[in-house]
Nanobody, 123 residues
């Protein structure tokens, strides 16, 4: 199992940027595909982005494509989500998640989850 802890959330004005981090511990980090998800207020959790264990392939939800970038530093056991041009509709609790092995399918089957970090973009 891998344990995950997110950080970096906060309040940011529309058009601003934030970088979320997710620190992992417990297993060989590069063996895990990683994903970011979010849960807006009153809505279900949704997929945001995913990255392979090597970092060589990424997938994004259409709603964040071109604005968000997922990356990872395996030497630091950390995955990041750089969020630019933030919009009020990006307001949510953001979660990182891990699954052993293949990224596919990228939007489901994650087995380990962090506790979440709040991102608020006022309208």
């Amino acid at each position: 199992q891998v344990q995950l802890v997110e950080s970096g959330g906060g309040l940011v004005q529309a058009g601003g940027s934030l970088r979320l981090s997710c620190a992992a511990s417990g297993r060989t980090f590069s063996d895990y595909a990683m994903g970011w998800f979010r849960q807006p207020p009153g809505k279900e959790r949704e997929f945001v982005a995913a990255i392979t264990g090597s970092g060589g392939y990424t997938v994004y939800a259409d709603s964040v494509k071109g604005r968000f970038t997922i990356s990872r530093a395996n030497a630091k056991n950390t995955v990041y989500l750089q969020m630019n041009s933030l919009k009020p509709e990006d307001t949510a609790v953001y979660y990182c998640a891990a699954k052993y092995g293949s990224i596919n399918p990228p939007r489901v089957s994650y087995t380990n989850w962090g506790q979440g970090t709040q991102v608020t973009v006022p309208s």
